[in-house]
């Protein structure tokens, strides 16, 4: 987040009282946003803190509570486990490329979603297995609602 913001203010810098391109420092700060939040959503956020309509969620009783987990966890492993393939191919296919002004190959900036493709597979599969076990993830936060 530090390099982001302080790319951000060199190109506000060089751009506007300089009036010098940064392109360099306006790539670097997308390049630290995409690895920022897809490193983030496949190794810091949690379970909990994600995001689902809790509203209906939270109205239903726990049997259908793990079978919405059941469900909406296939259909993410159909969704990201489906576009594995395609993604590592395409990713390992811009070997080829780099960037325009840090010259980074864009294998290597990209492959951070292929991570993050992996590691919500992962995440999912432990998921949806503790749903059909009966250890739906959320419940008890259902149930204190409830209460």
């Known amino acids: 987040m530090a390099t982001m913001f302080i790319a951000f203010l060199v190109q ?13 420092a306006y790539e670097l700060s997308i390049v630290c946003w995409l690895w920022g939040v897809l490193f983030g959503a496949a190794f810091v956020v949690t379970e909990k803190d994600e995001i ?58 990209y492959s951070i979603y292929v991570i993050f493709v992996v590691a919500i597979v992962i995440r999912y599969m432990r998921l949806t297995w503790r749903a059909v076990r009966g250890d739906s993830p959320g419940t008890d936060d259902a149930e204190a609602v409830e209460r």
């Not at 506000?12 to 360099?24: C, D, E, Q, S, T």
């Not at 309509?53 to 969704?79: K, N």
């Open 12 to 24: 506000i810098l060089f751009r506007y009282i300089l009036n010098w391109p940064a392109g360099w």
């Open 52 to 109: 689902r309509f809790d509203v209906v969620y939270s109205a239903v009783g726990a049997r259908l509570r793990r079978g919405f987990s059941i469900v909406a966890g296939l259909s993410l492993l159909a969704i990201y486990g489906g576009s594995l393939p395609a993604v590592y191919d395409y990713v390992s296919f811009m070997k080829v490329e780099r960037s325009a002004y840090l010259r980074i190959r864009i294998d290597w900036l």
